[in-house]
């Protein structure tokens, strides 16, 4: 079983939205922030592992069909990554 490293442009275009919409409404860009994921092959396509680093901290969500960018959300108010 394989893992496969995928990069902020290989999300699906409706997460890749979802989180630029996020960002803005907290005042950041896209590219304030490094986007990675991996998946294990044979696995549905939503039980990959997201990635978001910025500067020195990074945190890492389960996308459960799309649920990492609410999780991203909640950290960006709690400041996390500023």
């Known amino acids: 079983m394989g893992i496969t490293q995928l990069r902020y442009t290989d999300l ?3 997460d890749r939205a979802a989180f630029e919409l996020v960002c803005a409404r907290h005042g950041f860009a896209p590219a304030h922030f ?29 996308d459960r069909h799309g649920q990492w960018i609410r999780q991203f959300e909640a950290d ?7």
């Open 76 to 82: 960006l108010t709690c400041r996390f990554f500023k």
């Open 34 to 62: 490094e986007i990675s994921a991996c998946a294990k092959s044979g696995e549905p396509e939503d039980e990959r592992l997201v990635t978001v680093r910025r500067g020195g901290w990074a945190q890492s969500y389960h």
């Open 12 to 14: 699906p275009i409706g």
